[in-house]
Nanobody, 117 residues
Framework: QVQLVESGGGLVQAGGSLRLSCAVA????????LSWYRQAPGKQREVVAD???????NYVDSVKGRFTISRSIAKNTLYLQMNSLKPEDTADYYC???????????WGQGTQVTVSS
């Protein structure tokens, strides 16, 4: 069992920034892909951004230009830098790991992000 532990959530005003971290209790290269998901109250969980083992990144349209996914190989940590935050970014954010391209194998416990207007 691989543990993914998120941190960095909190309350921020609209236009502000937060950086989420996800500590991965394994060699980060053991994952085919690492992702950030979010789930807002009453809505389905959605993928926000992902990064492949080759460093290729993808973003949902609503965060392009504002959020940046990155990783530290040395620290086995996944990051999500969130800038220009909007109230609609309010959600629980989860990191997730896919070992082989067949779907998410591991989820973190989530960290809450609240953006006030």
């Amino acid at each position: 069992q691989v543990q993914l532990v998120e941190s960095g959530g909190g309350l921020v005003q609209a236009g502000g920034s937060l950086r989420l971290s996800c500590a991965v209790a394994s060699n980060i290269f053991s994952f085919y892909q690492l992702s950030w998901y979010r789930q807002a109250p009453g809505k389905q969980r959605e993928v926000v951004a992902d990064i492949g083992s080759d460093g290729t990144t993808n973003y949902v349209d609503s965060v392009k230009g504002r959020f940046t996914i990155s990783r530290s190989i040395a620290k086995n940590t996944l990051y999500l830098q969130m800038n220009s935050l909007k109230p609609e970014d309010t959600a629980d954010y989860y990191c997730a790991g896919d070992l082989d391209g067949l779907g998410i194998d591991y989820w973190g416990q989530g960290t809450q992000v609240t953006v006030s207007s």
